[in-house]
């Protein structure tokens, strides 16, 4: 069974920083690509990032390039997004997910874990 | 690149069937048939229903369908059941630097 656990997330001042983790398994960790989403609570879902299977191919979405960068650590079955420059509109519930293929786009997300909030406020 | 148009909400009666549109542009729905369609009930992650416009994952439940014509993809829901009220969201890869834009969702509630 796919398992995608989501941490590091928590209240952070705007302009600080903050990592983000997901412990990916179940499934064959090098085998897909991955992706980040998130969702202001209440409110729809928004694709943040991706990266494929081995980490070179990457994408960002406009709202967040320049500030947020993804990563993967296939030894560890770990997925991170490390969140620079944090802003009051970052605030949200991040949430990973599975692609399902290897690289990262066209895809969809065939597997999403439970989420970590994110709160950016003074 | 803004999210897709979906209804607010749509409501139908245990048995009957409903229908979800969801509007893009011909850069997004109407040029990729790599549309998706997530359920969400509170409090839970999302689960995709259908892929690829119309392609049901494994193990997924046949009372749900999808199309497309033009820049506008549709969900079906056949044979509404209580179980299926939940918010719905589709979502469409668009070649552009952000890559995947989802739709506005859709509450679907079971009378």
């Known amino acids: 069974e796919v398992q995608l656990v989501e941490s590091g997330g928590g209240l952070v001042q705007p302009g600080r920083s903050l990592r983000l983790s997901c412990a990916a398994s179940?499934?064959?960790?090098?085998?897909?690509?991955m992706h980040w989403v998130r969702q202001v609570p209440g409110k729809g879902l928004e694709w943040v990032s991706a990266?494929?299977?081995?980490?070179?191919?990457?994408g960002y979405a406009d709202s967040v390039k320049g500030r947020f960068t993804i990563s993967r650590d296939n030894a560890k079955n770990s997925l991170y997004l490390q969140m620079n420059s944090l802003r009051a509109e970052d605030t949200a519930l991040y949430y990973c997910?599975?692609?399902?293929?290897?690289?990262?786009?066209?895809?969809?997300?065939?597997?999403w874990g439970q989420g970590t909030l994110v709160t950016v406020s003074s | 690149q803004s999210a897709l148009t979906q209804p607010a909400s749509v409501s139908g009666s245990p048995g009957q069937s409903i229908t979800i549109s969801c509007t893009g542009t011909?850069?997004?729905?109407?040029?990729?048939?790599?549309v998706s369609w997530y359920q969400q009930h509170p409090g839970k992650a999302p689960k995709v229903m259908i892929y690829?416009?119309?392609n049901r994952p494994s193990g997924g439940s046949d009372r749900f369908s999808g199309s497309k014509s033009g820049n506008t993809a549709s969900l079906t829901i056949s044979g509404l059941q209580a179980e299926d009220e939940a918010d719905y969201y589709c979502?469409?890869?668009?070649?552009?630097?952000?890559?995947?834009?989802f739709g506005t969702g859709t509450k679907v509630t079971v009378l």
């Open positions: 997910a599975k692609g399902q293929n290897t690289y990262y786009s066209p895809n969809y997300f065939d597997s």
């Open positions: 179940g499934f064959t960790f090098d085998g897909f690509a």
């Open positions: 990266i494929s299977w081995n980490g070179a191919g990457i």
């Open positions: 011909s850069s997004d729905i109407g040029f990729y048939n790599y």
């Open positions: 690829d416009v119309s």
């Open positions: 979502a469409s890869y668009t070649g552009s630097s952000t890559s995947y834009v």
